[in-house]
Nanobody, 125 residues
Framework: QVQLQESGPGLVKPSQTLSLTCTVS??????????WSWIRQSPGKGLEWMGA???????YYSPFLKSRTSISRDTSKNQFTLQLSSVAPEDTAVYYC?????????????????RGQGTQVTVSS
């Protein structure tokens, strides 16, 4: 069974770049027809899909965040990363990495998709 684990700073200052890494075990990010995604959830809101990378290395981004988001991978470590630039307090959320099967993604988790436990990121000076 695939497992995902997010890592990165819990506190980021406004205007800085947030970087998070997802380490995947029990499956390869190079195989299958999945979207290795970053999804966040702000307090009191539904899920917000941010972007993804697939097995071929193609990337996909939310049009609302595309100008600030970059997703890359390290295949030797079976990891993929998120960079979100110019962060602001409204970027405060729990950030999840996930393996999902289809796009677009809605506001709730779908059965059969896998995700990490999530990591709280707070944007504050």
């Amino acid at each position: 069974q695939v497992q995902l684990q997010e890592s990165g700073p819990g506190l980021v200052k406004p205007s800085q770049t947030l970087s998070l890494t997802c380490t995947v075990s029990g499956g390869s990010i190079l195989s299958g027809y999945y979207y290795w995604s970053w999804i966040r959830q702000s307090p009191g809101k539904g899920l917000e899909w941010m972007g993804a990378i697939d097995a071929s290395g193609s990337t996909y981004y939310s049009p609302f965040l595309k100008s600030r988001t970059s997703i890359s991978r390290d295949t030797s470590k079976n990891q993929f990363t998120l960079q979100l630039s110019s962060v602001a307090p409204e970027d405060t959320a729990v950030y999840y990495c996930a393996r999902i099967r289809s796009l677009p993604y809605g506001s709730s988790w779908l059965p059969g998709d896998y995700r990490g436990q999530g990591t709280q990121v707070t944007v504050s000076s």
